[in-house]
């Protein structure tokens, strides 16, 4: 062998340590928490496995159709002693009701349940029914003993407007133990979670939902670690006499929210708070989003009015392309 053709070898064996090391892209799709999520991330081939394993244990204990979940027990009135990370989701829950005025309601079951929202079976309630509902949704019915949690007698838990972000928060927890894992996009239905860096160097482009059919209202450029939340009223409804029901409550009156706001699209660090607060919003309307976004400081938003409005907070000005 001559020494051109030895002096090769070195080269060849760190082209080849090259491509097994940098991150390359692994994508997987899977059905969890009611949606069609994908998780793509740069690095080890076994992570999104890893992920959609931790989504679907979390489906498992928090789903509110599942008869065995804890929240089902929870609210069947089993007093429950819960795990560090489940004793913080429902103690932030309860703060973030609380922060929101009762906009975003995490025991708000009693009332959905009449509306089929979470079983497919949409009704509209009667009215007296809904004045029963109401009668336990509104106060706090968390009783705590250290770790362990009872709830009031009558109260039942949905953890469906904050599941997704904290799926997405805690996903990005286990991505951060993963030396392995250099940047990771998460998409778990209305709910976009990015990790890292991309390692092409370019900025995450998230499309956001026009809420009046098919096709996207804009793009948002992002880089870094990101929760980018979107609810609206478009995503899950029902008919009845041409009249449109929608699966965000307004938890005061115990009927579809009507704010005036079609969307609500929340960036925000935190997944489980970009996901509570994109429901308070939607049932805020926009005049009061935009207080509190003045009153905390801490997420950004893209609002959009029935109208078709589109109405940006400044942090979002340069990262937010309108469509066409
Ligand atoms: P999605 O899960 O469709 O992305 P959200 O995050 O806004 O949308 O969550 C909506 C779900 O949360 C509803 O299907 C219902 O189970 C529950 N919900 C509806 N209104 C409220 C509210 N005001 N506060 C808390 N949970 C709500
Ligand atoms: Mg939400």
Redesign the pocket.
Known sequence: MGFKRLALIPVLLFCVLLTACGPREHSRQCFAMDTVMTLTVWGDESIPGELQKLLQNMENDLSVTRPDSLVSRLNAGQELTLSREYGELLRRAQVLEEETGG????W?YPV?KLWG??TGQYRVPGERELETALASTGQDPMHWEGDTLRLEKGAEL?L???V?GWAGEQCVSRLKACPEAVAALLSL???IQTYGEKPDGSPWRIGVQSPFGEGLAGTLELRGTWAV?T?GGY??YFEENGVRYT?????ATGRP?QSGLASVTVVCADGLRA?AL???L??MGREKAMALWEAWGDFEAVLIEMDGTVTLTSGLENAFSPAG
């Open positions: 906009a975003f309601c995490p708000l959905t929202f979470t949905d469906g407007a904050i997704k239905g209305g709910n939340v609810s995503e899950r699966h965000i409550l307004d938890p929210a996901d994109s429901t308070a939607l049932v």
